[in-house]
């Protein structure tokens, strides 16, 4: 697979040569200057260090007091995910948290779980943003109010609908529930600290991706926000490619066009070098960030 992933780089390297030119791509950061793309790569490591504590606070018995080899910990999970194809980077999650932390897999799994569905609702609640500020009416704006409160509904009353699916399964899918159960946030505040550091995050990554766009590309502020969001929902796709080549990029075109983007030759031509930068950033942003938090402290290995 490894090698696989490292033809397939190589082989995109090569098309976005033969179509641009790597220098061509490159020289738009020498416009919107360097200093915000240094920004934006401070900005996108910052987002990092907030997953972190997501996790750092979801698991405070097992991880308290080793918060640097946790961020090591969540930037190779990360990494893996963007370089592997097929999502198969997420079943580093659970290995890892049981090998520096001893968590069982099956809980590790399950918590891996509810996050990446406060990942999705969060992503999506962002597209819901932008659907309701080209909208602009009351009700749209009523509707993603109602879906941003989902989750606040869901955990609610998770005890009497885990309760009612417990009776109706056989024993060995309530074994499975009841991992699914202990992979839940602890209490209410516990998931309202979950739930706010996941919105915080994505709508942060988003704005910075938008803001890199709009900045790379000339985009308006609706294509520019439309492209960021179809790339990031490109990623979490079971055919995200290895590094996200192609699939990233084409994600988020099909974003910017959905919300307006020009469609002359002209312009798509700029917004695939947009989207070839932006598609870049956040993989050297993964990059640096794995390379930092080899410097963070390890602590010592729990037994």
Known sequence: MTLATVAIVLLYALFIQWVWGWENVISLWDAAGWGSAALAMLLLLAT???RTWRIYDYFPRETG????T???LVQVHNLLNIMLPFRTGEASFPLLMKREFDLPLARGTAALFVMRLFDLHALLAAAGTGLALQDGRAWAWGLWVVFLLLPAA?????????????RLLPGKMQKLLHEVERGLPADSFAFLRAWGATLINWFTKIAVLAWVLGLLGDLPV????GGALGGELSSVLPVHAPAGVGTYPAGITAGALAFGADVTKPMLEELGRAAVNTHLLVIVSSLVGTALSLFAARGKTRA
């Open 48 to 50: 990092y260090v907030l």
């Open 65 to 68: 007091g080793h918060f640097g």
């Open 70 to 72: 946790l961020l090591r």
């Open 154 to 166: 869901a955990f609610a009353v998770r005890r009497h609908a885990l309760a009612v699916m417990t």
């Open 222 to 225: 609706a294509p520019s926000f």
